[in-house]
């Protein structure tokens, strides 16, 4: 019985260690009494060896999106989809205000033939009549031009501008300095002390792209994530790589004018079809996770 409790004990013990723990026993029994030894190996030391035994640095990164300004043109079938709705809409509605002046107009014209109308009659239908109303609503139509849907940056390739791709999403890309090179990424920085995750996000937006560039940020919680290693030769601080925290955020503004830090060297807005040939694979797929494409 002592040895059957000292077996459950040991049990408990081993159950209640680290993960990656290698335990080798030898157990001998004199006397009715249980003793072991214990060589323990750690699975996961040589790998902290090789990477020095170095800590993460925590970094956050803001993905700043503008929405669509105008719809996309529609397509075939959503074209016909479109007439079938319209028609059943009119079919089964009730009459507008127009429609109901027009059918007035129609009785009152009866009656000034049968000369039924009374002085005050006559002087309202003297005004303008639903139809005529109409017909001038069609002449200005005529005139007015429509704002084009292909603007000059459209036609330039100028993609630092918001005043393109109207009808998609645009995304900021920025070309900022990490390590000794430049690299396509999210707008990033390193996580302060004392900071919260968000709070982190919105100095990025102020410090790489300027305070012109009027952004709300959303949620309080990361959307994404992102993982890599140092080059040696960077790893002087201690940190062995960045595990990087997506936010989303808007830009609220009109205009989206971007004023680059110091470390950032080009900006570019683009399309979601068009990040993929800026961003690294790996960058790209943890992006993909959380940004869903518009098409």
């Not at 190996?41 to 803001?62: F, N, R, Y």
């Not at 993905?63 to 989809?81: D, F, G, Q, S, W």
């Not at 937006?205 to 940020?217: D, F, H, Q």
């Not at 994404?224 to 030769?233: A, L």
Request: net charge neutral; hydrophobic share 35%; aromatic share 8%.
């Amino acid at each position: 019985m002592q040895t059957s409790r000292s077996l459950r004990c040991l049990l408990g013990i081993l159950r209640t260690r680290s993960v990656g723990v290698k335990d080798a026993l030898r157990f001998t029994c004199p006397s009715g009494q249980l003793k072991f030894s214990s060589v323990a190996v750690d699975a996961e030391t040589p790998s902290l060896v090789s990477e020095g035994l170095g800590k993460w640095q925590i970094v956050g990164a803001a993905c700043i999106t503008r929405l669509p300004v105008i719809c996309p043109p529609m397509t075939p079938i959503e074209e016909e989809y479109s007439k079938l709705i319209t028609k059943l809409e009119i079919d089964h509605s009730l009459k507008s205000n127009h429609e109901l002046r027009l059918e007035q107009d129609v009785i009152r014209t009866e009656l000034l033939k049968s000369s039924d109308l009374d002085d005050a009659d006559l002087e309202e239908s003297s005004q303008q009549t639903a139809l005529e109303y109409e017909d001038a609503c069609v002449e200005e139509l005529k005139t007015f031009n429509f704002a084009p849907r292909v603007t000059e940056a459209d036609q330039t390739g100028n993609l630092q501008t918001l005043n393109r791709a109207l009808d998609r999403a645009l995304v900021l890309l920025v070309k900022q300095k990490l390590g000794d090179e430049y690299q396509w990424v999210f707008p990033q920085s390193p996580w302060i002390p004392g900071e919260t995750l968000r709070q982190t996000c919105e100095r990025i937006i102020k410090e790489k792209c300027g305070t012109n560039l009027k952004v709300k940020v959303l949620g309080n919680a990361p959307c994404g994530f992102y993982k890599y290693k140092y080059p040696k030769q960077l790893r002087s601080e201690g940190f062995i790589g960045a595990k990087v925290f997506f936010y989303k955020a808007q830009v609220t503004g009109v205009t989206g004018e971007v004023q680059p830090g110091s470390d950032i060297a080009e900006h570019q807005w683009l399309t979601h079809n068009q990040l993929d040939g800026k961003l690294k694979s790996s960058y790209a797929k943890s992006v993909a996770m959380f940004l869903v494409s518009d098409q």
